[in-house]
């Protein structure tokens, strides 16, 4: 039996947004709307969907960096909002953007240290070993722990930010879009990098992109989100073989070659995304599916098993182009 890192339970989180101009009325960004899921120990789970989805709020209620408005974040079976200071330590997120994460002011040194400065306990001689065994770890030289952010490539400042986000050994981490703001051709050895540290330490992973490509090679499994809503997940075989929600259909079908190797037509989604604000009222999805039904605006799919740990919510399983 795989034990369960992580489980969460009905999330749901709202930022508020004042009217416009001619508006004095309030709405919510409905930014993480009642989602639920689980990563086990030792996985990759693959975390999908387009730019606004709220695939980054999602992981900053998860780790408590952002307060939820209702449901459970489970970690090892103890409530996240409950967690002292030495016991979030085991969580850590690895960001976007190298550059903007690291302290311009700070030298590198510094940044990775700062974890054990904060919990306490560590001699300057411990902080020194800890951090020069974090830099050998990332593929750093250990001269440029007294070097400062700017004097460095943005693979190398990603490299860092893995590094500090190793600080005090972890269990559990959230790369969010790590490899995004990256040349392609540095991609690839940061993607290897985090899957050789994940081996080495035994962490799990939660790996947010926007990149379907990424997803695939890094994940075990995957969920697909559109507006706040986990829409399908799947084992990440499982999910490229055979998709069943019609917006996964249409995100993979956009791959080039991907709709010739998958056998599904290729989808052009209509109109643009709904407003968060005001999302539709049944399925998320309604607006933009090209098999949508009458039932599919008035209410909401829930989750539907249709294969060996394979769940989509669609009023239409099963039907797709046919439906």
């Not at 330590?89 to 960001?95: D, G, I, K, N």
């Amino acid at each position: 039996m795989s034990e369960i890192l992580l489980e969460v339970k009905d999330l749901k989180k709202y930022f508020p947004v004042k009217g416009g101009m001619f508006s004095s009325g309030k709405g919510w960004v409905h930014a993480v709307d009642g989602i639920s899921l689980t990563v086990e120990r030792g996985e990759t789970f693959g975390l999908v969907g387009e730019s606004g989805c709220g695939k980054s709020s999602l992981s900053r209620v998860i780790l408590g960096l952002v307060k939820k408005d209702s449901g459970e974040v489970l970690y090892k079976g103890q409530e996240v909002s409950t967690m002292n200071r030495s016991q979030r330590s085991r969580m850590r997120m690895v960001f976007q953007n190298p550059f903007a994460s690291l302290n311009p002011k700070e030298k590198v040194f510094d940044t990775i240290a700062e974890p054990y400065r904060i919990a306490g306990g560590y001699s300057r001689q411990q902080i020194q070993e800890e951090v020069m065994k974090l830099l050998d770890l990332v593929g750093l030289s250990r001269g440029y722990a007294t070097r400062y952010p700017h004097e460095f490539s943005g693979g190398q400042r990603q490299r860092i930010g893995i590094a500090r986000a190793l600080a005090m050994d972890p269990e559990f981490i959230i790369c969010d879009e790590p490899v995004s703001a990256l040349d392609v051709s540095i991609q690839a050895q940061i993607l290897n990098l985090l899957r050789d540290i994940q081996k080495d330490m035994g962490l799990t992973y939660v790996f947010i992109s926007h990149n379907l490509g990424v997803i695939k090679y890094v994940s075990d499994r995957i969920a697909v989100m559109y507006l706040g809503k986990i829409v399908e997940i799947a084992k990440a075989p499982d999910l490229y073989a055979a998709p069943s929600h019609p917006y996964t259909q249409a995100l993979l079908s956009a791959i080039p070659g991907a709709a010739e190797s998958l056998n599904i037509e290729r989808v052009l989604l209509k109109d643009d995304i709904p407003s968060p604000v005001n999302p539709p009222a049944g399925c998320r999805f309604c607006t933009r599916c090209l098999y949508a039904k009458e039932n599919c605006f008035r209410e909401e799919p829930v989750m539907q098993q249709v294969g060996d740990g394979h769940y989509a919510a669609c009023h239409l399983l099963g039907k797709g182009a046919e439906g």
